[in-house]
């Protein structure tokens, strides 16, 4: 209250002094054409995602019985190192990159939806270059794989429990022509 | 490109735009000392189809800085200052009154003149005339609560400014545009992947943001004049985290070409990307302070995630929050004084002040998943997502956690939100 009054006598001291009886009719008037900035965009940008390259892929990778067609690795919350059960997998991957070199595997790191959404991404990071390095470790050159990360923006579940989160905590293998 | 782009007419856009629900806004929790003030009806300002002394007064309100005093029983209303019963204002413990009136030029458009004045000294504080079409009622209306707001509070208005977000409905994701009190929602951007981290150029003509379009983070930076868009960063791995530098000629980005999440400066045109961390660790949400020479971020380097900040130049780093094991999302106010952040307290993740020079913190919200912390240009309120329903939704808070905002969108889920700079008109 006393900021109030103390900011408006001071204004009205000093709109006093510029002041004459015509004051509001010497008020400034302004066209309003509004800036750039307050119109509205010209347009919608509509994008539509890359579609798949052709399908390339040898059935192997598609073949439930074949240890290639499981693409995905789970984490425990906030970690991002691969667990031992998920070794034989990536030794089978990089057993595949090793014999075709022109298959290219792009591996997606996700997160679970609590904390930021941009911590997230690195988290996610950090798990799709672990998975790369263990692959270039066993042979694979690194040229054949990109590790990018998804964060917690592609849920493969979506509810606000722990089973949920387990889903998300993952790492997904995928060939050229599979995303 | 390997993306399509489409930019459809502006008509399209307008009926898009008006075709979406627009966010609704519910205030809860008042400030200290409000200042009373009656807002009264512009004399003749029915011509106009909607009311400027309504918008002014819902400006106003939301701001949680005024008391609103119940005006609609003025008759005659008084357009002068000599027609105002200044004695029954002061009986009701008015401070302020504003009045004002609209008239019909002979071009077609209109003038709106309001004073506002002071009750106890019975006087002019000020007043302004505005010529306007009608499609500009609610612009006039927000510069004329922003001259009441700056004159009565001394800060500056922040009720011309925009408000960024983004919005997820089923499948379809929107990067929307609106007025600082949710109306008038435009899309900028529309894909059918995530789109996060929008962050307005310091001029208000550009949103950087990341799409994932490609099926993998990249950095876009986006003409709102134009509706152009221009690649920022597109390096092997990861791209994300824009944040612009004072002038607008460079971003802070967060890249994983080298390994890693690391913080690099480019151009805003793409060009010279230059390393500015280098750690084995997760670095990550670069923010500049104001005075452009320095930079906050979030890190793991310790072990868990913290607030750092670093000098562009070079040189050591400094960490900044210690209390707690996640505290991330750092946020500079533009007079360099409060940081804010998101810290994870048990499972609960909530938007934290600290004074930089006291390192006294508190605890602005009460939610589960409050993220993505924005300041108001002002410095004054806050943005933030937060969930509500099960669904994602935008709240705001003033800087002193007295008075909070809920804005919602009818069955949509909107997160990411970012506020616009003051526009200089």
């Not at chain 1, 059935?59 to 970690?79: G, M, Q, T």
């Not at chain 2, 004695?87 to 504003?98: C, P, Y």
Request: proline fraction near 5%; charge should be neutral.
């Amino acid at each position: 209250m006393k900021k109030f009054l103390a900011v408006a006598s001071m204004v009205a001291l000093m709109a006093g002094c510029a002041s004459t009886p015509t004051e509001e009719s010497k008020a400034t008037v302004e066209d309003r054409t509004p800036s750039t900035a307050v119109q509205p965009p010209p347009g919608i940008t509509t994008v539509t995602p890359t579609a798949p390259r052709a399908d390339q892929n040898a059935s192997v990778l598609k073949d439930p019985n074949n240890i290639l067609s499981k693409r995905s690795i789970y984490y425990d919350y906030d970690k991002y190192d691969v667990k031992d059960e998920y070794k034989p997998l990536l030794q089978a991957h990089a057993r595949y990159l090793s014999q075709n070199r022109n298959a290219k595997m792009l591996i997606q790191g996700n997160c679970d939806e609590r904390g930021s959404r941009e911590y997230n991404i690195a988290l996610g990071q950090k798990r799709a270059d672990g998975i790369k390095k263990m692959l270039t470790l066993m042979g694979v050159q690194e040229i054949q794989v990109e590790s990018v990360s998804l964060g917690e923006e592609k849920p493969r579940c979506t509810e606000a429990t722990e089973a949920c989160y387990s889903q998300n905590r993952r790492g997904d293998m995928l060939y050229g022509g599979e995303y | 490109m390997r993306y399509f782009l489409a930019a459809i007419g502006l008509l399209l856009a307008l009926a898009c735009g008006s075709a979406q629900a627009q966010l609704s806004i519910e205030i809860t929790g008042g400030g200290a000392n409000q200042i009373p003030i009656g807002v009264l009806r512009f004399v003749g300002e029915e011509v106009l189809g909607q009311r400027i002394s309504d918008i002014v007064e819902a400006d106003l309100q939301r701001s949680g800085r005024f008391r609103m005093l119940f005006s609609g029983n003025v008759d005659p209303l008084p357009s002068e200052v000599a027609q105002v019963n200044f004695g029954d204002w002061k009986n009701r413990n008015a401070d302020a009154l504003v009045i004002g009136s609209v008239v019909r030029l002979a071009d077609g458009r209109y003038e709106a003149r309001f004073r506002l004045l002071d009750v106890p000294k019975q006087n002019q504080i000020g007043g302004v005339a505005f010529t306007l079409t009608a499609q500009q009622v609610r612009a006039t209306a927000h510069r004329i609560a922003d001259f009441i707001y700056e004159k009565l509070t001394g800060d500056r208005g922040v009720f011309s400014t925009r408000i960024a977000y983004v919005v997820k409905q089923g499948p379809r994701y929107e990067l929307q545009i609106a007025d600082a009190d949710g109306v008038g929602a435009q899309t900028a951007l529309a894909s059918r992947e995530p789109i996060m981290s929008p962050a307005w150029s310091p001029d208000g003509t550009r949103l950087a943001y990341v799409s994932f379009e490609n099926k993998k983070p990249v950095v876009y930076a986006h003409s709102l004049v134009s509706g152009q868009r221009q690649v920022v960063a597109n390096f092997k791995g990861s791209n994300s985290a824009p944040a612009w530098s004072a002038d607008g000629r460079q971003l802070a980005v967060v890249l994983s070409k080298d390994g890693g999440s690391q913080i690099y400066l480019i151009g805003a045109d793409g060009s010279n990307p230059r390393r500015l961390t280098n750690s084995s660790s997760i670095d990550t949400e670069p923010y500049f302070a104001p005075d452009g020479q320095s930079i906050y971020f979030t890190s793991d380097r310790g072990g868990s995630p913290q607030i750092y900040r670093m000098n562009v130049g070079g040189g050591e780093v400094a960490r900044i929050s210690f209390d707690g094991s996640y505290n991330v999302s750092p946020r500079v106010s533009h007079d360099g004084k409060t940081l804010i952040y998101i810290a994870r307290d048990g499972g609960r993740f909530q938007l934290k002040a600290l004074d930089l020079a006291s390192k006294q913190t508190q605890v602005l919200t009460d939610g589960q998943h409050d993220e993505s912390p924005s300041f108001a240009p002002n410095g004054k309120m806050i943005l933030y997502a937060t969930q509500a329903g099960g669904r994602g939704s935008l709240a705001a808070v003033s800087s002193d956690g007295r008075v909070k905002q809920r804005l919602s969108v009818q069955a949509a889920d909107v997160r990411e939100p970012a506020w616009g700079p003051f526009i200089n008109n």
